[in-house]
């Protein structure tokens, strides 16, 4: 019975497993290393490739092309599937960025999006949350959660801290989260890590 009881001290005392924590780091464009110069095109639109500072030593790339946005993360990110997955409308990103740590080590990134969901009027916007998995070598999209979904941001880490090492950007299809009545068929570049 003493060593039961002393046993079961022990397991009291020991602390439970670290809960994923958030860190936050901006994302202004200004504030970047060019890596290509920006071009413009027919109608205005530009594009150009970014390097940022993100958390501690992983770097931020970020591109645009035909008014649409692409975002990566670490030393490998422009040759990660990350780098080539957007949405199928136009679209920007915002300036923050939520890094989700396990045991201090960030795992996921969470990025609002803001995306045109009107061919017609392309100020009708959709706001999502985008949650890339941060794995070397394995570097994408885990899901989406509509930004007016109820609690997104808790969604967005929930999704972040469920999936994003366990996911394989080859085998596995993005996880959307959102309101009834949103359509989700086809508004971003699933397939583009099985190319």
Same mark, same amino acid.
Request: proline share 4%; with cysteine; net charge negative.
């Given at each position: 019975?003493?060593?039961?009881?002393?046993?079961?001290?022990?397991?009291?005392?020991?602390?439970?497993?670290?809960?994923?924590?958030?860190?936050?780091?901006?994302?202004?464009?200004?504030?970047?290393?060019?890596?290509?110069?920006?071009?413009?095109?027919?109608?205005?639109?530009?594009?150009?490739?970014?390097?940022?500072?993100?958390?501690?030593?992983?770097?931020?790339?970020?591109?645009?092309?035909?008014?649409?946005?692409?975002?990566?993360?670490?030393?490998?990110?422009?040759?990660?599937?990350?780098?080539?997955?957007?949405?199928?409308? *136009? /679209?920007? @990103?915002?300036? =923050?960025?939520?890094?989700?740590?396990?045991? +201090?080590? !960030?795992?996921?990134? &969470?990025?609002?999006?803001?995306?045109?969901?009107?061919?017609?009027?392309?100020?009708?916007?959709?706001?999502?949350?985008?949650?890339?998995s941060l794995a070397r070598g394995n570097t994408c999209?885990?899901?989406?959660?509509?930004?007016?979904?109820?609690?997104?941001?808790?969604?967005?880490?929930?999704?972040?801290?469920?999936?994003?090492?366990? *996911? /394989?950007? @080859?085998?596995? =299809?993005?996880?959307?989260?959102?309101?009834? +009545?949103? !359509?989700?068929?086809? &508004?971003?570049?699933?397939?583009?890590?099985?190319?």
């Amino acid at each position: 019975m003493r060593v039961l009881t002393l046993l079961l001290i022990c397991f009291l005392a020991t602390p439970a497993a670290a809960a994923n924590t958030s860190a936050y780091t901006d994302l202004i464009l200004d504030k970047c290393r060019q890596l290509t110069p920006e071009t413009s095109g027919d109608e205005g639109e530009g594009s150009g490739t970014f390097r940022c500072k993100g958390h501690g030593s992983i770097p931020v790339f970020f591109a645009e092309g035909d008014l649409r946005s692409f975002v990566s993360f670490g030393e490998d990110g422009e040759g990660q599937c990350a780098f080539r997955q957007t949405f199928s409308g *136009f /679209n920007s @990103v915002g300036n =923050k960025i939520e890094w989700r740590l396990k045991n +201090g080590r !960030p795992v996921a990134a &969470i990025l609002r999006w803001t995306v045109s969901y009107d061919p017609e009027d392309s100020a009708k916007t959709k706001t999502w949350l985008v949650v890339t998995s941060l794995a070397r070598g394995n570097t994408c999209h885990v899901g989406y959660v509509e930004g007016a979904y109820p609690n997104a941001n808790a969604e967005a880490r929930k999704l972040a801290d469920t999936y994003a090492g366990e *996911f /394989n950007c @080859v085998m596995s =299809k993005p996880i959307y989260i959102a309101n009834a +009545g949103t !359509p989700t068929d086809n &508004i971003a570049s699933d397939d583009v890590c099985r190319e």
